[in-house]
Structures are given as structure tokens and as C-alpha cells.
């Protein structure tokens, strides 16, 4: 079986990468697999950036076809804030929480029809002579109060267009055929299955 190496340390998103990822038949390995990766550092300044350092990172390290992914919430009426720092949006260390308090109160009095936002994620392919990368974007609007329990991050405070729900509120299949995510592995998976299988 052919083997590939989620490059992130986010469980949440290893989890949801590898439900997309079943129909493949890959043996996908996570980080844990592998004794002393380095610290993936996202300082790049854009989802590109990030993706492609942590991916050439991880397949330098473990010689295995590597996928990265980096992603965030994009709000309009913040010039596309947090962006790159939504996981730090509140500082280093911030929790999922403190994210979603900040960014609620810098939106505090603005109309629902000003609080237009997109969650996107770019994932980055790097392996033996190939970089590849995709992208997704999901459209939606953040409402007032978080809402829901599913998910993580962003996702109880983000309502997708179409959609009376948080994507916290939607089961994992309901968010895996919708989401930002879903739909860079989707495209992403052209490139897998020239390069990987």
C-alpha cells in the first residue's frame, strides 16, 4: 500500500484530511509515526507559503510523499483578517476560544450583511521531483454567538452560504461535503493519484 504523511500536528485536522482522503486505499502516516520531525513553523505570509514549508519539511525528513495543509477564516469587513493567524489570532497561544472572542468583538454592531467571510485551505503535495498544490474556499457569513458543539476552531461562529447551520452544528459527513477542506482534497486528489498511487 502506498504510504503518505499528513504533515500537521492539529489531530482535528488529521482526522478530517483522512476521512476524505479513505476512498484512496493510501496508508496515511501522521507525525506520531516519526521520531524527531522538526517543529513546523507557518511564518510564511501566505496559506501557500505555510503549506509548502510544512510539506517540504515533513518529506525531507521522512523521504515519504508529504500533505500539508494551511488554512484559516478570511472576513471581509476585517480586510481579510485573521487569515494566516487565525490558529494565533489572539496570541501564540491562544485557545479556539479566545479566537472566536476576538474576532466576535472586533465584529460587534456590524449588520449580518457586512459579516460576509470565507474559510481557505491550500494544501501542498511534496514528494520525490513534484510540489502540487490546491485550494478550497467556502463562503458564509459569522454570526453573533458561537453555536454548536462539532468541530473545531472557527466553526461554531461561521454559517456557510445556503445553510441555517454553524459548521459546528453539522455532522462531520454534512461538513466533509461542504467544507473549505472538502474541497482543496478534492482537488488534490487528481495530483495524488498521478504522484502517490
Given at each position: 500500500m502506498n504510504k503518505l504523511v499528513l504533515a500537521t500536528n492539529n489531530g482535528h485536522k488529521t482526522r478530517e484530511i483522512q476521512e476524505l482522503l479513505a476512498d484512496l486505499g493510501l496508508e496515511i502516516l501522521t507525525l506520531a509515526d516519526f521520531q524527531g520531525v522538526p517543529p513546523l513553523i507557518e511564518d510564511g505570509l501566505t496559506f501557500r507559503d505555510n503549506a509548502l514549508k510544512k510539506a517540504?519539511?515533513?518529506?525531507?525528513?521522512t523521504k515519504l510523499p508529504a500533505l500539508a495543509d494551511d488554512s484559516g477564516l478570511e472576513v471581509f469587513y476585517l480586510n481579510m483578517r485573521p487569515?494566516?493567524?487565525?490558529?494565533?489570532?489572539?496570541?501564540?497561544?491562544?485557545?479556539?476560544?479566545?479566537?472566536n472572542r476576538k474576532l466576535l468583538a472586533e465584529l460587534r454592531g456590524v449588520p449580518?450583511?457586512?459579516?460576509?467571510?470565507?474559510?481557505?485551505?491550500?494544501?501542498a503535495l511534496v514528494g520525490p521531483g513534484?510540489?502540487?498544490v490546491a485550494e478550497g474556499i467556502c463562503r458564509g457569513k459569522v454570526i453573533e454567538a458561537p453555536r454548536g458543539t462539532n468541530g473545531f476552531?472557527?466553526?461554531?461562529?461561521?454559517?456557510?452560504d445556503g445553510y441555517g447551520q454553524t459548521y459546528a452544528e453539522?455532522?462531520?459527513?454534512?461538513?466533509?461535503?461542504?467544507?473549505?477542506?472538502?474541497?482543496s482534497v478534492v482537488a488534490m486528489k487528481e495530483f495524488l493519484k498521478k504522484r502517490v498511487l
Open positions: 517540504r519539511t515533513v518529506y525531507h525528513h487569515g494566516v493567524r487565525s490558529a494565533r489570532y489572539a496570541g501564540e497561544r491562544a485557545t479556539d476560544e479566545m479566537n449580518p450583511r457586512r459579516r460576509g467571510a470565507q474559510f481557505r485551505s491550500v494544501l513534484y510540489e502540487d476552531g472557527y466553526d461554531p461562529i461561521f454559517v456557510p453539522l455532522s462531520s459527513e454534512e461538513k466533509n461535503k461542504i467544507s473549505h477542506r472538502a474541497r
